[in-house]
């Protein structure tokens, strides 16, 4: 066989590997419908709802077109992507501000033109970096969207806030912005203050919960480092969620779950399964495990 007709047929059998893992891990898919202008309704799902950090980048290739459509079709309830600008302000989804790590090319995706960036692939899967467009175009409305902003590269963030939101808008279902970078939100806000933001932050828990409330913040978004009951507890209070990153296994996810957060942003599905089910010590002593 050619080397050509090889990589069609990789591309092909991991294409199919993607379709074909939800239906053989039995998983239906959430029913919820999207509202007119994006923003996600707070207690809409049984808590604790899952987010596909990157599309579940630890079953697929990250950011992709595939990561979309498979973690949808793992169940994922929501999904978090990330935004960043190339030189010419095309916005794309992938997450580091280089692009020599995750695909094959090299140099700073806010200094490459998005003609180059679109044709990078990313980790050897076949897939290529996407469009905002494209990716939004891939998901169910069923699915809430978690839309970071990376990196405004040549664009300010209000230009960047402009041109994503343009995009977001088309979104038929729920979709929510999230940055490290007040500014960004603040952008956000400035731009269209019906869209919903949430900060998010590994510290300066204190510096973030104002940020939080100035921006009237639906929810945040904290580390696993930094949750503790007196954030979850203030949050609630002020009528936020809390969706802590990155859960990669039951055991990361029984702490949060014991402090009642209301998602998990998680590399892998089903990580609240074990940690909210009842053990066989649990059921030998009458007494439930976490939730």
Not at 2 to 23: F, H, P, Y
Not at 45 to 53: L, R, Y
Not at 60 to 85: C, K, W, Y
Not at 97 to 126: H, N, R
């Amino acid at each position: 066989m050619s080397r050509d007709n090889t990589r069609i047929m990789d591309r092909v059998s991991r294409r199919n590997v993607v379709k074909a893992t939800g239906a053989a891990l039995g998983v239906s898919m959430v029913s919820s419908t999207g509202t007119a202008h994006g923003s996600p309704s707070q207690g809409s799902q049984e808590k604790p709802h899952i987010t596909a950090h990157r599309g579940f980048r630890d079953v697929f290739p990250q950011n992709t077109i595939a990561a979309m459509e498979g973690s949808s079709r793992l169940g994922a309830d929501r999904i978090e992507i990330d935004v960043e600008a190339t030189s010419d302000g095309k916005i794309v989804v992938f997450h580091d501000a280089a692009l020599d790590d995750l695909t094959d090319k090299d140099g700073l995706v806010s200094e490459t033109p998005s003609e180059t960036v679109l044709k990078a692939e990313v980790l050897e899967s076949g897939e290529t970096i996407p469009t905002l467009a494209e990716t939004l175009d891939a998901v169910k409305p069923s699915v809430t969207m978690n839309i970071e902003f990376k990196d405004s590269g040549p664009l300010s963030w209000d230009e960047f806030a402009e041109r994503a939101l343009g995009i977001a808008s088309q979104y038929p279902g729920e979709y929510y912005v999230s940055s490290f970078d007040p500014d960004a939100l603040r952008a956000v806000r400035d731009v269209d203050p019906r869209v919903d933001v949430a900060p998010i932050f590994g510290a300066n828990k204190a510096e973030n919960v104002d940020i939080a409330r100035e921006l009237d913040a639906v929810a945040v978004n904290p580390s696993t480092g930094i949750l503790d009951r007196d954030l979850v507890e203030t949050a609630h209070s002020e009528n936020r969620d809390v969706n802590v990153w990155t859960i990669d296994s039951w055991r990361e996810a029984r702490a949060p779950l014991e402090l009642n957060v209301d998602g998990l942003i998680a590399d892998f599905p089903h990580m609240a399964a074990f940690a909210t089910s009842e053990t066989r010590r649990d059921r030998e002593s009458g007494e439930t495990t976490i939730l």
